[in-house]
Each structure stands twice: as structure tokens, then as C-alpha cells.
Nanobody
Framework: QVQLVESGGGLVQPGGSLRLSCAAS????????MGWYRQAPGKQRELVAS???????NYAGSVKGRFTISRDNAKTTVYLEMNSLKPEDTAVYYC?????????WGQGTQVTVSS
């Protein structure tokens, strides 16, 4: 079954941290560049972090230095470590490929940063 399952979101105070996980089916994950996306209310979905099949990473300017993406190839799982969270990080977070995006997105995981 082809699927993406995100987890780990929640409510956190500004300056706090969260770790998101995305379990992907092997057909989606293996050999592909993977990314974390987010969509805030009223805004378009944006790519915030990418990890390439070789392990190199890339980040949007708004999260660089605060977020860290990683992958476990054996578990076909992608992680997003988020530190120094800001209210503007509030969004639903999704994972998917960076290229050849899978049509059926997962349900996402809600991250809310608020005092």
C-alpha cells in the first residue's frame, strides 16, 4: 500500500521544540529525495526542508538554522527536528517526495506555536 503517515505535531510555546516523523511506504521512499512541506491557513503549501537520497539537505530561509531534516533508510522514515519555534511556524506539516510528488498526500500533522 502506497502511503505517507505523519506524526509528532502538537501545541508548543514559542521557543519550544518538536520532532516530527513521517513513515513512508518503501515504494515512495527508497531512492528518492524526500521533503517536509507545510501549509498555514490561507496560504499555499511550501517546501521547508529537503533531504536527498545521498543525505545532503536543503532548507527554506525561514527555517534554516532552526530545523533539521534526517532520514532512516532502513525504517523508510523521514524526521524533522524543529527548534526555536515561532508562531509563524504554525501550520499542518506534510512529507512527500521533492520531485515526482506522490498524488495522495498523507493527513499531515498539526503544529501550533502559541503562548
Amino acid at each position: 500500500q502506497v502511503q505517507l503517515v505523519e506524526s509528532g505535531g502538537g501545541l508548543v510555546q514559542p521557543g519550544g521544540s518538536l520532532r516530527l516523523s513521517c513513515a513512508a511506504s518503501r515504494s515512495i521512499f527508497s531512492g528518492y529525495d524526500m521533503g517536509w512541506y507545510r501549509q498555514a491557513p490561507g496560504k499555499q503549501r511550501e517546501l521547508v526542508a529537503s533531504i536527498f537520497s545521498g543525505g545532503s539537505t536543503n532548507y527554506a530561509g525561514s527555517v534554516k538554522g532552526r530545523f533539521t531534516i534526517s532520514r532512516d533508510n532502513a525504517k523508510t522514515t523521514v524526521y524533522l527536528e524543529m527548534n526555536s519555534l515561532k508562531p509563524e511556524d504554525t501550520a499542518v506539516y506534510y512529507c512527500n517526495r521533492v520531485n515526482s510528488v506522490v498524488r495522495d498526500w498523507g493527513q499531515g500533522t498539526q503544529v501550533t506555536v502559541s503562548s
